[in-house]
């Protein structure tokens, strides 16, 4: 869908996937008080329906049949974001348990905390990843000098991120010490770090 520039589709499909983990989650912890179980059973939910429903989006696209030439062009599309993904994969799911298991989990819970106030910055980048991407596609194939896009590009996003990265740093230990209680206090000297 990203590839052939179907990013209304896209969006609806995150928004829709959102709303459903959201909605799971709210049901199983609030209402039917299974505490972290229900975090974890909201988020497998909404992943499920987000599969389902990104079939349903891209039903006829793939016939049951091999295909070389659309196996190739997915390959040069897909392939490149592939270690991005795994590294941004594995410092999400390993950074918590390696904090928890080498400092302990008090250090972990204030790792956590820390990353969460940190997080606005996160969807930020997210969102415009999610974006360049086909559109990356989209200039190299269409623009005479994509250099001169790309160095103008890099230039103003990392200065939007190294804005929002000091918005971060700065202000969201105070809102962190405003919004928590004391014992997570000491998680505010992280947020810079983990916004990094």
Do not use: C
């Not at 959201?22 to 609030?30: G, K, W």
């Amino acid at each position: 869908l990203r590839s052939r520039r179907r990013t209304r589709t896209v969006a609806l499909l995150n928004i829709a996937t959102f709303v459903v983990t959201l909605l799971i989650t709210i049901r199983l912890v609030v209402f039917d008080e299974i505490g972290v179980a229900g975090v974890v059973w909201g988020g497998a939910g909404g992943a499920l329906f987000g599969m389902f429903a990104g079939f349903a989006a891209t039903r006829g696209r793939f016939p049951l049949r091999f295909n070389g030439v659309e196996l190739r062009r997915m390959l040069q599309y897909g392939l490149p974001i592939v270690p991005h993904r795994l590294v941004a994969v594995g410092l999400m799911t390993y950074s918590q348990y390696y904090v928890r298991e080498m400092l302990g989990l008090d250090e972990a819970g204030l790792f956590d905390m820390a990353a969460r106030f940190a997080m606005p910055l996160g969807l930020v980048i997210n969102a415009v990843q999610e974006a360049w991407v086909p559109y990356k596609f989209h200039v190299h194939a269409n623009d005479d000098r994509p250099q001169e896009f790309f160095r103008e590009s890099f230039t103003y996003y990392l200065a939007l991120v190294l804005y929002l990265w000091v918005g971060a740093a700065a202000w969201g230990p105070e809102v962190l010490r405003l919004m928590t209680d004391a014992r997570f206090h000491a998680a505010a000297s992280l947020v810079a770090l983990t916004g990094l």
